[in-house]
């Protein structure tokens, strides 16, 4: 298969990126989406059409950055190309890259959310690999063609069966266990998927200002689960994003809002 290599546009670091000036795609079907998705793991033997993968290939060259000056790269690629402990594959995947920066993990779960959505607004499924990755010669040529690291990937492809769900039958926690005071704006964060279901994000409330924290698993925990639990909050924050997309704003402020047994991830305002 063919493969599609894509770099962001870089813009020097103001640290605050207002993201709703333009709209440059259709963000409504996205947003119908978001409230009906699943994760689907049960496909139909068949490859997705290279006309289909240009269309998602176009929609990433658009997609909406969280921090627009880290460096990234989608490629779509075979099953053969990368392992995975699970036998529902589907024939292909979206792998992600990034330079290793600060706030590199929010900017790839922001970023592959947009992906996400798009796919199932296509009529695909889609399901996020936090187990597993791209075999070395491709993890290799991310590496020498732009310092770029693998951090996570998106198997998708035509569903067997149901693709979507109805909003009852999402499993998720209250507003009150993630917020500190009701908020409807809130919301879409509820429904974003994450890496077992956790759901690490919780907000509070000063002013306008809507600071997002991620669980803190301390220095003992394994690094890896901290990783996806710092891409699961952009997910989050795409959902926001998506849902809201000419108000939506993402800011670190300085001092970093405290929270005990949690990180500070940024701050909203929408
Ligand atoms: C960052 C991330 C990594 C994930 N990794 C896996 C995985 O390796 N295998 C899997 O079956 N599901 C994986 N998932 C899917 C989650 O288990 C799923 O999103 C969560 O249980 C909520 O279910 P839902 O997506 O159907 O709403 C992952 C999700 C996220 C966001």
């Not at 658009?62 to 627009?68: A, I, M, R």
């Not at 069966?161 to 926690?173: A, L, P, S, V, Y």
Request: with cysteine; proline share 6%.
């Amino acid at each position: 298969m063919e493969k599609y290599f894509i770099h962001t546009r870089k813009r020097a670091g103001n640290d605050i990126e207002h993201l709703g000036d333009i709209a440059p795609v259709d963000l409504a079907p996205l947003k119908d989406c978001l409230y009906r998705r699943k994760s689907v793991r049960k496909y139909q033997n068949k490859a997705v059409e290279p006309e289909i993968i240009d269309k998602i290939i176009n929609f990433v060259k658009q997609v909406k950055c969280l921090h627009p000056s880290i460096k990234f790269a989608v490629e779509v690629i075979d099953k053969k190309d990368y392992k995975a402990p699970f036998t529902w594959l589907p024939q292909q995947a979206i792998a992600f890259f990034s330079t290793v920066r600060t706030g590199y993990l929010e900017n790839a779960g922001f970023i592959m959310q947009q992906i996400e959505l798009y796919i199932q607004s296509l009529g695909l499924g889609a399901c996020y690999l936090g187990i597993g990755k791209p075999d070395l010669h491709i993890r290799d040529h991310a590496l020498k063609q732009g310092d770029m690291e693998y951090v996570i990937m998106l198997a998708f492809g035509y569903p067997q069966g149901e693709q979507f769900r109805q909003e009852k039958d999402f499993n998720r926690k209250p507003m009150v266990k993630i917020s500190d005071a009701y908020d409807e704006k809130l919301f879409p964060a509820r429904f974003a998927p994450s890496s077992i279901n956790s759901q690490p994000w919780y907000f509070t409330h000063v002013g306008a200002n809507v600071h997002m924290f991620c669980v803190w698993h301390g220095v003992l925990k394994v690094l890896s689960l901290t990783d996806l639990n710092h891409i699961d909050c952009g997910i989050a924050l795409a959902n926001l994003y998506i849902s809201n997309p000419t108000r939506f704003t993402f800011t670190k402020k300085k001092p970093a809002p405290e929270r005990e047994n949690y990180v500070y991830i940024g701050t909203i305002k929408f």
